[in-house]
């Protein structure tokens, strides 16, 4: 614990990002090993093209991408690299936190938060027949199926979800349409050696 | 196969009786359907007829005089034409006589809906073979029926294996694998060696360190048929179930093989240790690996099936079996039927589909049914065991300490890789749920009297571990798992929203790994999941087949449900909403689904269900006045065929509202109960058309008391005969036990066996009362 405490300073912020992710030592310095191994040329941030050539093939890739970086911003220095990865923390049991600490980042809250957000490109606080269309289902099935059955599946979706007939899924809504989803184990990761 | 199994039940009772009898007599039955009664099908005590109380006391009535009719030679000339074409047809006569016997047991236990919630139907069946074992002693003075381990090994067991294996969720199974692989192989060794010296260090018998190690091993394996008999009737959740339940399957290939080199120590001395480890690791892996290939063989033929539909459900079987055999052949149990499924449903037919579905499951239950009976049966054969209270108690009290033990250690292990901790509840629920069953004593059956000479001992001890954990754990698992508030397996409805996002998520999952630079589960599974699509399913899925998404056919089902849960609601006004309270906004947004799907007139939905199905592909249908809905419909057309068929019902469901066509209806759509659901009628073939999520043998009675808030007007006279019958049985029972109890008043086993009996049916009855009054 005594070496990986002093390597730990080398971290920029490293106490803090302890505290506020959850992560342990082991894992935010690994992370930080990561975080240079991206960072090709020793800039201190990274920018989304070394992001990007990390991933094989995936439909949600470019989304994933886009939520590191802040809107506006083009590059994404560790804290923050570390605190979108802090979504991904399996969640504990314990439920002994007070009341007065933030939310922690991987509380299944927080996790619903994010995933909407992926879907939210626009951010404009729901996920509208467009977005879910265009961008979700079209990339993931990709050729498959044809236009008219991506749009009888988003139609579906949408009605199925949308409960207060706005024709587009708040974040609420999209809360319980996820109810019975064991959430916890299907946005979490193993950050483990 | 069964059919042919059950020949080598009856060589033994031929062999046993040959021996006695005067050796012209060609015919190998105890009681020769005495000489007088010139009945040919007349069947005799020991075959068992349908349960039926009278039958039984008449034809106990007659084994009495049969030792005297036995002695008789042949008669004359007259006799002999009898006899000839009774030995013609006995043997298929008598196989198919105790399938009756086996399915009317059935029936009758599932005549009360309150007693068989409270116990499970493997302690049923149990009693019921006790009672069996009794009647047959009782006239013929010796047993002639008893589980024989080559039929339950090559003919009852590999129905039950193949039907888990086939219909397990595979994604579940793959996502748990590292729990199951340890508890199997690690589990199983621990129970294994500690119980062989625990029983060794308390001195019992005289007998030595091998024999009871090779006792402990076979002891300790948890039995698959069991488990899958208990516990789904307990609805546990998900994870917990294949958890133990793939524990059970796969822990035999360590058992047999811990036995295997147990055997051959006692028989040929201690040799080299190191071919019995490499062994064992190999064991598991080995079998499971049979069962992969043979996988991909199925799927590969399957995938030219296309013109020879009709013969399709017949690879399944054929191929399921071989594997099972073939991993028999290198002394490995396999988990044979896994993987298959995927590729296999996609390419054969609905029919196909629905009829393997059906007959593996109709096979597996009665395979279940006999082996139990037949477990029963064995019990009561005196001749084969002795008893020693010591071995018997400390047996009882090691196992379940050393399972307890284990499981607590291996998942204190196990949750620190795990994702999902296992937490004290499931531990309890495990360590609780490991019941012995047929498995340890089709094993200890086999054991050579020469070599290990304790024999006897071990296997009354067996019988009666194995009657303690089915009969007792079996019962009392239920309250436990209520009273521990076990989170219950979820019946929810799938949504399309849920199948969107969890393929999303494991695609962000993906990608987060692999910005982490995690090489983690997901990563792998992606790259399986591209592996599989570039070249395994271009490999094994028909080519119409491989080019449907997943995300599409699962889009369809919903579709399909739901535009028929609109017909089924706006049927006729005597319909009854039970459970739609559950579902908030259902039926607001059933009328939505009523305004989007461009049909208005309810004749044409009718004549849609009733339209020629499969021979028509539904992609060819270029009716321009239908939406893709109306093209699933015309698939469900197909499956609301095959569905109606079996009960024998006519051909507009939506129609007839008699009670059991409700109850069809109620099985295709309303997914408000638990899927294992079954009520009366052939309409488990309905849900498993539709609910494919959950494989299902069992019946609870979840339907039933559906069925029974619909017909409130007859529930108290339909009460007072369901109370009537309850009562009836267990006095039938009680007196039963009484009698047998009477006869065989000296041996301490049966006065164990017999009391239980006797107590059990006296507390059933009790406990019915009880219930029925409150």
Redesign the interface.
Known sequence: MGSSRSSLRRVPDGQQLLQETGFSAAVLLRLHQRFQFLDKDSRGHLRSEDLEAELSENPMGDRIVGAFFQPGQETVDFPSFVRVLAHFRPTEKNRTRGGEQPEPANSRNRKLKFAFQLYDRDRDGKISRTELLQQVLREMLGLQVTEEQLQSIAERAIQEADLDRDHAICFDEFRKSLEKVNIDHKMSVRFLE | MLLFGLLLLLLPAGADLSGSAAPLRGPVHASPSAPPRLLLPQPAAERGAPGVASTRSAESGDGQEEPAAAEHPHHGGGYRVVQWEWSYVQTPYVIAIWLLVASVAKILFHLSQRFTTVVPESCMLILLGLVLGGVVLLASKRQLYQLDPALFFLFLLPTIVGDAGYFMPARLFFDNLGAILTYAVVGTLWNAFCTGFCLYAAKLLGADLMDFLLFGALISAVDPVAVLAVFEEVHVNEMLFIIVFGESLLNDAVTVVLYKVYISFVEVGPQNVQTADYFKGVGDVGGTLVGLVFAVILGFITRFTKKVRIIEPLFVFLLVYLAYLTAELFSLMTFCGIGANKYVEANISQKSRTTVKYTMKTLASIAETIIFIFLGISAVDKSKWAWDTGLVSCTLVFILLFRAMGVVGQTWVLNR?R???L?KIDQVVMSYGGLRGAVAFALVVLLDAEQVRAKDYFVATTIVVVFFTVMFQGLTIKPLVKWLKVPRS?N?KP????E??????D????????????Q???HWR?KWE?FDKNYLSKMLLRKSVY???E??EA?QK??IRDAISVIDQVGGPDRVQTGSGSET?RSS?DK??QN?LQFSHQAELYSVLVLVPDSRPPESTQNQNW???ATGLNIISGETEEACRPSGRSRKPSRTRTRSGFNLDRALFMEQKPSRTRTRSGFNLDRALFMEQKPSRKQINGGGRDFCNLSKICLPRRGSILFCSILFYSILFYFLSLCSFLFVLFLNFFYFVLFYCFSSSLFYSVVLSVLYFL
């Not at chain 2, 969107?500 to 998520?505: D, P």
């Open positions: 890789f994702l999902v901790p937490d979820t929810r949504t399309i929203n849920e969107i996002h969890e393929r999303a998520f695609h962000i999952l993906t990608a987060v790994e692999d910005i982490a630079g995690l983690g589960y997901h992606d591209q080019r449907k998404s995300l599409w889009y919903i579709n906004g947004a939505r689904l989007q939406s893709q809905q």
